[in-house]
């Protein structure tokens, strides 16, 4: 049954409000709408079941499971990285003590290779091959032409299978930009160093670096003149869908009504962040990366604001999908506000020296408060009787290990999240050397039922 309420007299500017019942039920896929406005719900008491979220999923799961994946640059120092024992109670060494509040939430995975970021006879150029075959499990062809060749990204892989039934099938959003043509490292095209998302061998998904136009992305109708209209007027994006909104608060209960008044605060404080961004000093960026516009003037606020953004996304089920690219491989970013004023890069390359070594444990660190950032905002969103990080796979890492000797074995990989009960967590786990990292996406594809393999992938990974 469709109720229709009567148009306001705004008329042009609102759109009417369509909530679907069935069975006396809100439905999950109910949207408030406005001036090309559109905004899904969170889950709510009314909507049911959240099996009934979970569209063509096992009836069992409690919701859908979502995936993202993160990425750092240049390696990491990898003796304070990784945990001396494994198993459960491990210690975890200073690199990852901004995650302690998550260690039950979290495994750290040891051993993992990304063989295809290796030469291979094509020399130089490990930066570029080690976020090209990251999520592809591929080989980059070495160009710095129009002819880049790579492989089908897991992301791509589960946004094929999930992407329908959601209005975004992916998103692939990152913090600093990079070029999609020319060379840049040794003879490979920019694009294989700043994209790690690839619908196809030949199709790289561009990252989205402007928050402003994520949150379009993820809010908006798409329509260029409506999204103009609103900038006009300078109003809330919540302002659009106030009559929408008043109508649905009628039907909900007193708990529904709080957690719709939470999500839309959340939105809000996501908007007013945003204008305060655009009143900052510009971002400083390195010399050869133009200064991009519309972001936080603070490379953290940028992070998080993204962070925060991903979690939107995926609490309302605009996607169940996601890349996370912190900075490109082999990116000269200075850290100044933790007291680097070296390039990432030019560290990375420290010939063991102790001071170098320690700039580059203070980035690593800097890096690891952003992903515990990330699973905070995921453990705070309630879903049911649990969080949205338990129902999510966060998989963090880099194709490069010791950033010095550009090795791609032994990879510095964090998986968080529970995958909707699928995952045992709070362990170190210490794979056979050798062993692809690619088998870890294949692991993290079968528990949203897609069964295939991922590049040079030889199997799954034993996760629960």
Not at 10 to 20: K, M
Not at 23 to 52: C, D, F, K, Y
Not at 320 to 335: C, D, I, M, P, Q
Request: charged share 25%; hydrophobic share 35%.
């Amino acid at each position: 049954m469709v109720i229709a309420p009567k148009l306001p007299a705004l008329g042009a500017l609102l759109l009417s409000a369509r909530f679907l019942y069935k069975m006396n039920q809100l439905s999950r896929r109910t949207l408030l709408r406005g001036l090309g406005t559109v905004i899904a719900l969170p889950w709510l008491e009314a909507m049911g079941n959240l099996s009934a979220w979970a569209a063509g999923a096992d009836v069992k799961k409690t919701a859908p499971t979502r995936m993202a994946f993160v990425y750092v640059p240049n390696g990491k120092d990898m003796a304070n990285w990784t945990p001396k024992t494994e198993g459960e109670n491990f210690e975890l060494p200073e690199i990852l003590q901004p995650l302690a509040p998550f260690q039950r939430d979290m495994n750290v995975l040891t051993g993992l290779t990304a063989d295809k970021a290796r030469p291979h006879g094509d020399g130089g150029g490990d930066h570029a091959r080690a976020m090209a075959s990251f999520l592809t499990g591929c080989q980059a062809r070495k160009t710095d032409g129009t002819d880049i060749r790579a492989g089908t990204s897991v992301d791509q892989l589960a946004a094929a299978r999930v992407g329908e039934l959601t209005h975004l099938p992916s998103l692939e959003i990152g913090c600093e930009p990079g070029n999609m043509a020319g060379g840049c490292d040794s003879g490979y095209s920019c694009v294989y160093s700043s994209t790690m998302a690839w619908r196809s061998a030949t199709q790289p998904l561009p990252k989205e670096v402007n928050p402003k136009l994520v949150f379009e992305r993820i809010f908006s109708g798409g329509d260029d003149a409506s999204r103009k209209q609103r900038n006009a007027s300078r109003k809330s994006v919540l302002d659009f869908i106030r009559e929408d909104s008043k109508s649905l608060a009628k039907q909900l209960g007193k708990s529904d009504q709080q957690k719709l008044d939470e999500y839309f605060s959340s939105i809000r404080d996501i908007e007013q962040r945003l204008q305060r961004s655009q009143s900052l000093a510009p971002l400083v960026a390195p010399a050869d990366f133009p200064c991009p516009t519309g972001i936080p003037g603070k490379y953290e606020e940028h992070i998080r604001l993204m962070s925060d953004l991903m979690v939107l996304a995926f609490r309302t089920d605009a996607t169940r999908v996601g890349t996370l690219v912190f900075a490109n491989e082999g990116s000269n970013k200075a850290y100044a506000d933790i007291g680097v004023h070296e390039g990432h890069h030019e560290l990375s390359h420290h010939g063991r020296d102790a001071k170098k070594l320690a700039k580059i444990r203070e980035i690593n660190k800097f890096h690891t408060r952003q992903f515990a950032y990330l699973l905070e905002k995921l453990k705070a969103v309630k879903e049911g009787d649990g969080t949205l990080l338990d129902n999510c796979m966060i998989a963090y890492g880099s194709g490069n290990s010791d950033g010095d000797r550009h090795n791609h074995d032994d990879l510095p990989i964090i998986l968080a999240g529970h995958g909707g009960g699928t995952i045992k967590t709070g362990r170190h786990i210490r794979y056979a050397n050798e062993t692809p990292v690619s088998n870890l996406w294949v692991s993290m594809l079968e528990r949203i039922d897609v069964r295939t393999p991922v590049g040079d992938s030889t199997g799954g990974l034993k996760l629960g």
